[in-house]
């Protein structure tokens, strides 16, 4: 099939959001369709090898983009150059109205669980803007049933619009990368944390707290590591930590590229995700992936998610996070247990069958 996905915004490929777009691409290419990308300027040298249909270069700005992507992309869409439309990230983008038939991925609604999660202006277009035009739009896929469950309580999208489509399980090269060693880390001397620097949303103050609480056998056995690159309020994140009684525990390590994953997932003691608010945490299923015990938040996806696979916690709890990551570090068993847990929960989640029920939604409303 002849299928348009819009990867607009693309983040320069350092967000979950940039992940599920590159997985899903190439899912439905070794399926033998053919696509076309729709992408922010300048970012066609992130997709090697794909037919890139770039926007103009007025639209850098993000208000630029979500007023092109809304108003003026729609007038480009021939129904007889594709069969359909993907828009990969309609809880950042959609159109105004659809000329082919469209299917709109949300990923979740943190506006609504996160208090100050964005500016003002941002707060207005995704509350009252985007749920206006993505309730008509052909078909919604969510990609939890947290995600889904938002769609109707609070865009108010008709359910038998919405198709339940869970994300799969993204793999990175095998074998030592060096990223142990760039930062001075041993095997399983450290508890990670992959995710955007970003506050409140990401709730790594929770989690440095937590960290605080631990026995001093534990703290200075084991680091805190919190990998990820910065984004809105990261400066909060490292103030706080800069005046941790354990700000030489810390340690920030930036964005961790695809080809060192692996070793930082398989080296580390635990895997905590703190976050207050999931579509569905890609990292988490990740880690369970590659053997390692997990502990996280229990509300919105991580909870779907990790139930009967993971240590769960209020994420608004210090103590609680605190518990749990001692648990894991000194309980054999329970570390044990999480591991098997794990490794059957990740095995739960492939792209070949979310590209493959894409296609099949496109079918269905076809008939």
């Known amino acids: 099939m002849r299928i348009l996905v819009s990867c607009i915004p693309y983040d320069r490929g350092k967000s979950g959001i940039s992940v599920y777009m590159r997985c899903l691409i190439d899912a439905l290419r070794k399926q033998g369709h053919t696509l076309t990308l729709l992408v922010e300027p300048g970012d066609s040298g992130f997709f090697p090898g794909f037919e890139c249909r770039e926007a103009p270069g007025w639209t850098k700005r993000p208000v630029c983009s979500m007023f092109y992507h809304l108003f003026i992309l729609p007038f480009f869409l021939r ?45 207005l277009y995704l509350k009252t803007v985007l749920p206006f035009f993505v309730r008509r739009a052909p078909s919604v896929v969510a990609i939890s049933r947290s995600t889904a469950a938002d769609l109707e309580t609070y865009w108010h999208v008709p359910p038998e619009k919405i198709t339940l489509n869970y994300n799969g399980l993204s ?94 997932y398989r080296n580390a003691a635990l895997y905590v ?78 792209w070949t069958r979310h590209a493959q029920k894409m296609v099949e939604v496109y079918e269905h409303a076809r008939k």
């Open 79 to 123: 129904k007889n150059a594709y069969d359909f439309c993907i828009i990969a990230a309609a809880n950042r983008r959609t159109f105004a109205f659809y000329p082919l038939f469209t299917i709109a991925v949300v990923h979740d609604l943190a506006q609504y669980h996160v208090e100050n999660k964005y500016d003002r202006f941002r707060m």
């Open 171 to 264: 793999l990175s090269p095998e074998g030592k990368s060096g990223w142990l060693a760039k930062h001075g880390l041993e095997p399983h001397s450290y508890l990670l944390y992959i995710s955007r620097i970003e506050h409140p949303g990401k709730n790594h103050l929770n989690l440095i707290r937590a960290f605080e609480m631990l026995p001093p056998g534990l703290t200075s056995k084991y680091r805190l590591v919190l990998a990820g690159s910065d984004w809105h309020g990261a400066d909060v994140v490292h103030g706080y930590a800069e005046k941790s009684p354990l700000r030489d525990r810390i340690l920030f390590a930036g964005f961790v590229d695809n080809s060192d994953l692996a070793e930082a």
């Open 273 to 350: 995700f703190p976050s207050f608010f999931e579509g569905f945490g890609l990292s988490l299923i990740e880690a369970m992936h590659y053997g390692v015990p997990c502990c996280a938040s229990d509300n919105s996806s991580l909870g779907e998610i990790g139930e009967g696979a993971a240590l769960l916690f209020p994420p608004s709890d210090a103590e609680a996070i605190s518990e749990a990551l001692r648990r894991i570090l000194t309980e054999e068993a329970l570390r044990k247990k999480l591991i098997e847990a794990g490794y059957s929960r990740a095995a739960e989640f492939d």
